[in-house]
């Protein structure tokens, strides 16, 4: 698959116009194309006609997915039309790039496009994406899983100059990936007759003369009608000049295709970022060597073990202070967790010591709730709430020692927790998170409530 960006941040320039009638060329040329929409405005999904209301899951949802199950594209895109399939947008989009946004304190932040194309890269021929208005982090996206550029330029009055700011502004990010991204400038909205638009493309060229593109998309009002209609020019006017137009710059696509490299140095699957209570790696990880080395040995029956592991519930009420000993550590972890992912992070489910399990999701304009065995699986029990900063959706739930297996219900449609890696196989076969809590941390918090 071949990836192509048609990325300007500045509006009016026929931006989405020139994405989604080249996808559609290309894909009435018998190539599979997938038209990727980066943009929060969702203009892709009205250009085409596609009702925003039924869309369940988007470009975003496909990029929080922590990917411990690769997705399939069959689950994401919406079929536009044969050989055109749409992974679109919502407005929830925006969220991703703001500094308290879910992905900014990913690791892998500018690369969760290109993780999910390259699981879909035998799919399709051709992926178009419809950059978003702005060089934030879901242009760094789009760009990182792109083997070429097109920047479309109107021949405008400002256009010049801001077609310079517009590739130094991509250059400069292409500079952080450590390879070349080939750019092209392409006049748009061009009319011949006019002597303003014959004089900024012949700028246009005496500046870029290796990156100006030797065609034009002029003006035609079969594509401003064609989009009114959420139609692409292919089938609003078939036989217009402006499908010819797009005919050309597909035409020149075939003939000089980029080398499709940009997804080849991605590594599947994603490991996800925030950590999630695992009781073993805890007392493996916590309980210090000269400790371990130095403890006196237990009377005789005290060693029983719980199911998963760790103290029964015997043995830890007869040890009750190393137990508070354990739960104080368990809350210096749960405090580093979130430290750790202060910008957007400490999204998922923890444990506290209280005994409560804390679902966090980002904050969503979506009705979110969790379900599972502690529910009886009701996907409306167990609302999640705004916090009261708004930038987290938030459920308790007071759950007793052991695993337990969840959902997260998202407008109905219920999924893993794309936060959490620990997973197992429902007997649907989609996947199940999981959560376990500590035979101490059980106890303790019962015995804090005897207490009370």
């Known amino acids: 698959m071949r990836v192509v960006s048609i990325v300007n941040q500045k509006g009016g320039c026929g931006k989405t116009t020139t994405a989604v009638n080249l996808a559609a060329v290309l894909a009435r040329s018998g190539a599979r194309v997938l038209l990727v929409d980066m943009d929060p405005q969702s203009h892709c999904a009205a250009g085409l006609g ?16 922590d990917h411990a199950q ?38 892998d932040r500018d690369r969760r ?3 999910v194309l390259a699981a879909w890269r035998d799919d399709f021929d051709w992926c178009i994406i419809d950059c978003a208005p702005t060089l ?22 400002f256009s010049l100059k801001g077609a310079e700011r517009q590739v130094d502004a991509i250059q400069a990010i292409v500079r952080r990936f ?10 748009t909205l061009y009319n011949d007759a006019r002597p303003l638009s014959r004089d900024v493309v012949a700028a246009l060229e005496k500046r870029f003369p290796e990156a100006l593109l030797a065609l034009t998309v002029r003006e035609h009002e079969e594509l401003r009608d064609a989009a009114s209609y959420g139609q692409s020019v292919t089938e609003f006017a078939p036989d217009s000049e402006a499908v010819r137009d797009f005919e050309q710059l597909a035409a020149w696509l075939c003939a000089n295709p980029p080398a499709a490299t940009a997804l080849d140095a991605i590594a599947l699957p994603v490991t996800p970022l925030v950590e999630t ?47 508070a000993d354990l739960a104080a550590r368990l809350r210096s972890l749960g405090e580093r967790t979130r430290q ?31 379900m599972g065995e ?41 999924a893993a927790d794309a936060f959490n890696s620990h997973r197992a196989d429902g007997p649907d076969g989609l996947g199940l998170s999981l959560i376990e809590v500590p035979a101490m941390v059980a106890e303790t918090a019962a015995h804090g409530e005897i207490a009370r």
């Open 50 to 65: 596609v009702p925003e209301q039924t869309l369940e899951r988007t470009v975003a949802d496909a990029m929080l997915l």
């Open 70 to 107: 690769l997705p399939r594209a069959a689950d994401f895109v919406w079929e536009v039309s044969h050989g055109l399939r749409l992974l679109p947008s919502s407005f929830s989009l925006a969220s991703l790039e703001t500094p308290h946004g879910p992905m900014a304190s990913r690791f």
């Open 113 to 115: 496009l290109a993780r």
């Open 136 to 157: 934030g982090l879901l242009t760094a996206n789009a760009l990182r899983a792109s083997d070429l550029a097109i920047i479309p330029v109107e021949t405008g009055f």
């Open 178 to 187: 450590g390879r070349e991204i080939r750019f092209h400038l392409l006049p």
């Open 277 to 323: 209570l695992d009781p073993r790696a805890f007392l493996e990880r916590e309980m210090l060597p000269e400790e371990s080395a130095h403890q006196t040995p237990e009377p005789q029956g005290m060693q029983a073990e719980g199911a998963n592991g760790l103290p029964a519930p015997d043995a830890a009420v007869s040890r009750i202070g190393r137990a």
């Open 340 to 370: 750790s992912a202060a910008l957007g992070g400490g999204y998922g489910v923890r444990v506290g010591r209280d005994g409560f399990a804390h679902f966090v999701q980002p904050a969503s304009a979506r009705a979110l709730f969790v």
């Open 374 to 414: 502690f529910n009886g699986w009701n996907p409306v029990a167990t609302p999640l709430s705004a916090s009261s900063d708004g930038l987290r959706m938030e459920a308790r739930v007071r759950l007793p020692a052991g695993r337990h297996a969840y959902r997260i219900v998202t407008d109905g449609l219920a």
